[in-house]
């Protein structure tokens, strides 16, 4: 017998505002055709203008829903594990304001700034923590709100359009099989030599004062991107540590019933596809509704497919993705019912 990790329940939430192609040519010069060509992107759901609505926010509705359907309540949670980029403050992390709302005052909350991999991240950090024993049922939670800190003009408009709200929840737990189930491989990476291809600066504690009016105007406070870069490594890595996963927990392409790779760019994902020799209805695709929701956009997609009924128990699942640090990783896990 042997501890492995699995999957007790699923949840996601997106704001009910949804912002599409042609709202978006209000605020800025492009337009739909052009959205669609180099992203894949009809619509995202951001929270409300007016603000108010954290990255905890989103992540406690998620949360929520998969807690429910893993039959748990607050209290069973030995640990939270918050990915995010965009905390609802500078610090504390959300993993402690969402410990609040659910209610718990002592439950231990993980933050990581993994960004795009931060559900690849933070799953891989949860296998650790329950094979070791450390731990048994973890909420590992994915939020973002990117929304209120986009620049919505042309001048950001190669940003702006790409990013959507949301956040998606899995309850995960030890279990003692005969049978590898659950969490069967990881592979993880970073190359910070590629960090300013897709960050934001301010406020950076490398700079006093932290913002400035100069800042400011000069647009240093929204995220700057450089994309074809960003693009050329992912349609490298993607495949590499694909195959380093496979090779890990001894499987091929074959064994694996549906790849879920993070929402960034359908471009990015076709051309993942095409180098896998994947058929199309192997490789999982939601961008067009939701944008890219970083750390949110695998455990959303993987609570869409098992809802659509793409997956089910005993299916073998592969996560993956690219992003910012740069980070890039590929996760194995084999679906089980309760």
Not at 154 to 164: H, N, P
Request: aromatic share 6%.
């Amino acid at each position: 017998m042997m501890k492995y990790t699995v999957i007790r329940g699923t949840g996601r939430y997106l704001p009910p505002r949804v912002v599409t192609n042609d709202d978006m040519t209000r605020w800025m010069d492009t337009s739909d055709e052009w959205i669609r060509q180099r992203t894949g992107i009809e619509q995202r759901h951001w929270v409300p203008a007016e603000g108010g609505v954290g990255s905890s926010d989103l992540g406690l509705a998620a949360s929520q829903i998969a807690l429910e359907e893993a039959g748990w309540k607050p209290e069973d949670i030995d640990l939270i594990i918050f990915a995010t980029l965009s905390p609802d403050i500078f610090f504390p992390g959300p993993g402690c304001l969402m410990q609040h709302k659910l209610g718990l005052d002592a439950t231990p909350a993980l933050d990581i700034r993994q960004q795009c991999t931060g559900f690849l991240y933070g799953l891989t950090t949860a296998d650790a923590y329950i094979r070791s024993n450390l731990a048994n049922r973890i909420l590992l939670v994915g939020a973002e709100v990117h929304s209120t800190g986009l620049d919505i003009s042309t001048r950001g408009r190669d940003v702006a359009v790409i990013f959507g709200d949301g956040a998606g929840a899995v309850c995960v737990e030890g279990i003692e099989s005969d049978e590898p189930v659950g969490v069967l491989a990881s592979a993880l990476h970073a190359n910070g030599r590629y960090a300013e291809s897709l960050s934001v600066e301010l406020g950076a504690s490398r700079n006093n004062p932290r913002i400035s009016k100069e800042a400011i105007e000069e647009g240093r406070h929204y995220p700057k991107m450089d994309g074809k870069t960003i693009f050329k490594l992912a349609v490298q890595k993607l495949p590499e540590v694909v195959g380093e996963a496979l090779a890990k927990a001894e499987l091929a392409v074959e064994d694996i019933d549906l790849f879920i790779p993070h929402q960034a760019n359908l471009r990015i994902n076709q051309f993942f596809q095409q180098a896998m020799k994947l058929p199309e209805d192997k490789v999982f695709h939601n961008i067009q509704r939701y944008g890219n929701t970083t750390a949110a956009s695998i455990p959303i997609a993987l609570d869409e497919a098992l809802e659509m009924g793409v997956i089910g128990s005993g299916s073998t699942v592969m996560f993956l993705g690219l992003g910012a640090g740069l980070t890039w990783g590929a996760v194995i896990t084999k679906l089980v019912s309760e």
